[in-house]
């Protein structure tokens, strides 16, 4: 599909910034490895010290690119669905924001203004520039759904009788997800963090600021990952040369996840006591009912590439397995895609332990957790932006895919990286190796009265796995940069790999509406936040409070 010159401009810029910020957030990700491993015992490098550099990891890596690609990704599924751009000042405004929202949260972190890690978590204070940038582009974010709702008014208007294609539906769920999760951190960021961070108000009541986060961190989690999906379910059968098994599968799968992604979002805060046990184990339980979806996927995936692999000649139950395009040139995508879902397995499964009332008491805050989310946001997810980032950079520019045998390589080097990076990360935290500490400073400095030789063997695993994450992504910036800063050759297109079904299935008029599964959202969300809210308010209150970044000792008599 041909596109106009300010829609194509938007859709580079849009991949370009947040993959030129990439380096910055991947090279803050290793120096971590390198810090904890007690490589180093010191508490900044290069004039970024620890807690600024992983504030830069997180927001970079976490909230920055995945933000751009899925909004980059919407145009181009949506564009590409219904055969039509969105108004053009719903995506200039959009990109604009989020552009205006990226640099000031830059300005803020690179200045040291803003140390408060991704989850800005209170009393942590960030420079009043960090929480509005960060609002900014969450808003530019809605402003680009909003011009594809008018697109998808249009288009059915056009085609009454057709059913709402797959991607969009996948597109659509997500962004819904996330407008009304955004909502609650919007909030907090304007209304409670902006005037206590400019001084205009004195107290704060933390358990009620971490619950506002929390009401969009989980949702957040899921909204990294449905473009994933989308990518799973719309694109990976045909690059894997087969049919997707079944579109009903997943169109129930999203709209599970549209009911299911908000309501969970108390399980990172089982430790916390303000909440009462009857509301920790309704998130406990909605957070296996979360992972269904999931396991749906699994199956569905499987099946349209165990039906590709036959189709490639394939034979026996399992041997199907080697006959799909691992390491084919022209077909790169494949690579990104699979070696995400394999990571996903693991990453699925220790969320599954996190989600378990019980043992998160044992994982909590230990390295267990960053080691289960790389093998989620830094597996299926990283890896569908760097593959598709490629994808929709070269065909839309018009450039051809550079040095294409190193594109291949990617995705097989992170994998193996990341599975000894978790590995060390989740074998450390199960021995109550802490997460987002400078372990160099104290457990894994031998000068120290702290010191732990059992984290020894554990962050020299991390370490290993960061430093082969690291060549990976080298790799990836020179594929990505060689082809943005070569010349065009081809017409620019807007296109994307299209996967038929398998089956011709029966409509079935649930799976053809967002509107009862909406309703049912809102009242699952009551079911959690009306209990949590209460309790937020019954048990805690606003307190003045004065505290020095390196204890958690309110000095405020
Ligand atoms: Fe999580 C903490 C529970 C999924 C990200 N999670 C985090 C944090 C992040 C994160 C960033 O209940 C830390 C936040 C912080 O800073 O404190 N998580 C879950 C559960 C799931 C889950 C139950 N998480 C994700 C996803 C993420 C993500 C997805 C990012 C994208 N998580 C938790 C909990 C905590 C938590 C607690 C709090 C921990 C604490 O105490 O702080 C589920 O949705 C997972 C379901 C997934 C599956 C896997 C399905 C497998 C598939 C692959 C199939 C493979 C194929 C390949 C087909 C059931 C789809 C075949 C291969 C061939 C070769 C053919």
């Known amino acids: 599909m041909n596109i106009s010159k300010t829609y194509r401009t938007v859709i580079l810029t849009g991949l370009l910034m947040p993959m030129t910020l990439f380096i910055l957030g991947c090279y803050n990700g290793v120096m971590q490895t390198i810090y904890r491993a007690g490589v180093i015992h010191q508490s900044s490098v290069a004039g970024i010290n620890y807690y600024q550099g992983l504030t830069m990891h997180g927001v970079i890596n976490a909230i920055v690119l995945t933000?751009?690609?899925?909004?980059?990704?919407?145009?181009?599924?949506?564009?590409?669905?219904?055969?039509?751009?969105?108004?053009?000042?719903?995506?200039?405004?959009?990109?604009l924001l989020m552009v205006i929202g990226t640099l000031m949260d830059l300005v803020a972190m690179a200045t040291g203004k803003a140390q408060a890690l991704y989850t800005f978590y209170a009393p942590l204070k960030a420079s009043p520039f960090f929480y509005v940038g960060t609002a900014l582009l969450i808003v530019g974010s809605w402003i680009a759904f909003f011009g594809w709702i008018k697109i998808w008014y249009s288009w059915k208007k056009e085609n009454p009788k057709s059913k709402m294609p797959l991607a969009v539906l996948g597109t659509f769920v997500n962004f819904s997800i996330w407008l009304i999760s955004t909502l609650p951190v919007a909030y907090e960021t304007l209304v409670i963090l902006t005037p206590w961070s400019l001084g205009w108000t004195g107290s704060i009541n933390i358990p009620l600021t971490r619950m506002l986060f929390w009401m969009f961190g989980h949702p957040l989690v899921y909204f990294w990952l449905l473009p994933a999906y989308v990518a799973y379910y719309t694109i990976l059968p045909k690059v894997a040369g087969g049919k997707l098994y079944s579109g009903n599968a997943g169109r129930l799968a999203f709209l599970l996840f549209l009911i299911l992604s908000m309501p969970v979002g108390v399980h990172h805060q089982f430790s916390e006591p303000v909440f009462t046990p009857g509301t920790k184990l309704w998130a406990s339980l909605l957070t296996y009912a979360v992972a269904i979806p999931s396991f749906m996927t699994a199956f569905t995936v499987a099946a349209s590439l165990e039906y590709g692999a036959r189709k490639r000649g394939a034979k026996g139950v399992f041997s199907w397995m080697w006959k799909l395009p691992y390491f084919e040139v022209d077909?790169?995508?494949?690579?990104?895609?699979?070696?995400?879902?394999?990571?996903?397995?693991?990453?699925?499964?220790?969320?599954?332990?996190?989600?378990?009332?019980?043992?998160?008491?044992?994982?909590?805050?230990?390295?267990?957790?960053?080691?289960?989310?790389?093998?989620?946001?830094?597996?299926?997810?990283?890896?569908?932006?760097?593959?598709?980032?490629?994808?929709?950079?070269?065909?839309?520019?018009?450039?051809?895919?550079?040095?294409?045998?190193?594109?291949?390589?990617?995705?097989?080097?992170?994998?193996?990286?990341?599975?000894?990076?978790?590995?060390?990360?989740?074998?450390?935290?199960?021995?109550?190796?802490?997460?987002?500490?400078?372990?160099?400073?104290?457990?894994?400095?031998?000068?120290?009265?702290l010191y732990n030789q059992h984290f020894v063997p554990t962050t020299t695993t991390t370490l290993i796995g960061g430093l082969i994450m690291g060549v990976a992504a080298i790799i990836y910036f020179v594929v990505f940069f060689a082809t943005?800063?070569?010349?065009?050759?081809?017409?620019?297109?807007?296109?994307?790999?299209?996967?038929?079904?398998?089956?011709?299935?029966?409509?079935?008029?649930?799976?053809?509406?967002?509107?009862?599964?909406?309703?049912?959202?809102?009242?699952?969300?009551?079911?959690?936040?009306?209990?949590?809210?209460?309790?937020?308010?019954?048990?805690?209150?606003?307190?003045?409070?004065?505290?020095?970044?390196?204890?958690?000792?309110?000095?405020?008599?």
């Open 331 to 449: 077909n790169y995508l494949f690579g990104y895609f699979i070696c995400g879902l394999i990571l996903f397995i693991f990453g699925g499964l220790s969320g599954i332990v996190n989600a378990s009332y019980t043992l998160n008491q044992l994982v909590h805050n230990t390295d267990w957790v960053p080691g289960h989310f790389h093998m989620t946001v830094a597996g299926p997810v990283i890896l569908v932006i760097l593959g598709m980032s490629l994808y929709m950079y070269s065909s839309v520019s018009g450039k051809p895919l550079k040095f294409k045998t190193f594109a291949v390589m990617v995705p097989y080097v992170w994998m193996v990286g990341i599975a000894f990076l978790s590995h060390g990360l989740m074998s450390g935290g199960l021995m109550g190796e802490p997460r987002r500490t400078n372990l160099g400073l104290s457990y894994t400095n031998p000068a120290s009265p």
């Open 67 to 95: 933000t751009f690609f899925a909004v980059v990704f919407g145009h181009v599924t949506v564009s590409y669905y219904l055969k039509r751009e969105p108004p053009k000042l719903s995506y200039q405004i959009s990109m």
């Open 484 to 557: 943005a800063m070569s010349k065009r050759v081809n017409e620019p297109q807007l296109i994307l790999p299209e996967s038929e079904e398998l089956h011709e299935e029966k409509e079935m008029p649930l799976l053809l509406t967002m509107k009862p599964w909406l309703i049912l959202m809102i009242i699952l969300v009551m079911t959690t936040y009306v209990p949590a809210l209460i309790s937020v308010f019954k048990y805690s209150k606003a307190v003045p409070n004065k505290f020095q970044p390196d204890s958690p000792q309110n000095l405020q008599k």
